[in-house]
């Protein structure tokens, strides 16, 4: 679809639909798996325009997981194919990395509208397009990611942003943390066997 490299970009780097919107081929190294953020797209009397990204700490550096990699490159490739059938041509490291069928860059509002009419569309729980947001920094927890490294990846300029907006633990996680609770206290009150 339209959206699906956009969206599982998003599930695999936390970043704000307005950053993904922005994000350049410039910003890409997939052969060293990084990525730049240091723009961001909004809407200003109804016109895209790109500006700094939210906060200082927006500006960003960090890694792609394997799966974005190998997503961007199908992207990329599929991207250039409907790019010189449309006549635009190559566009090069300027152009958008995420841009809709007919070329044109992509609305902030109008990516998340897409994206609701996917979930609709799919029958999937009501999910909003920022929910991705979410979802990455809890999968990235539940993998076992550092906070302090999630928190950076999202840009956010304080670790508690991170973990009391985005942090939703995992009914697995609660219930490892009740086993690890219940073998610390047995081992702690079984009685002592003398020799």
């Not at 300029?157 to 973990?163: H, V």
Request: some cysteine; proline content about 5%; glycine content about 8%.
């Amino acid at each position: 679809t339209e959206i699906e490299a956009v969206v599982t970009t998003a599930i695999g780097t936390g970043l704000r639909r307005g950053e993904l919107c922005a994000l350049r081929w410039s910003d890409l190294d997939l052969d060293t798996a990084r990525i730049s953020v240091s723009r961001s797209a909004s809407l200003l009397n109804g016109e895209v325009i790109i500006k700094q990204p939210k906060t200082k700490q927006s500006r960003r550096n960090d890694a792609l997981p394997a799966f974005v990699v190998e997503a961007l490159r199908r992207h990329r490739s599929e991207q250039r194919k409907r790019h010189l059938l449309l006549g635009i041509g190559n566009r090069g490291t300027e152009g958008e990395a995420f841009d809709r069928a007919d070329g044109t860059p992509w609305n902030p509002n109008e990516l998340s509208r897409q994206f609701s009419r996917l979930v609709r569309r799919k029958k999937l729980p009501p999910t909003r397009f920022h929910d991705l947001r979410h979802g990455y920094a809890t999968l990235a927890l539940a993998a076992g990611v550092p906070l302090k490294i999630v928190s950076d990846s999202m840009g956010h300029a304080r670790i508690g942003i991170t973990a009391d907006t985005y942090v939703h633990p995992a009914d697995e996680q609660k219930h490892a943390k009740a086993r690890m609770l219940d073998d610390f206290l047995n081992g702690a009150i079984k009685p002592k066997r003398s020799a």
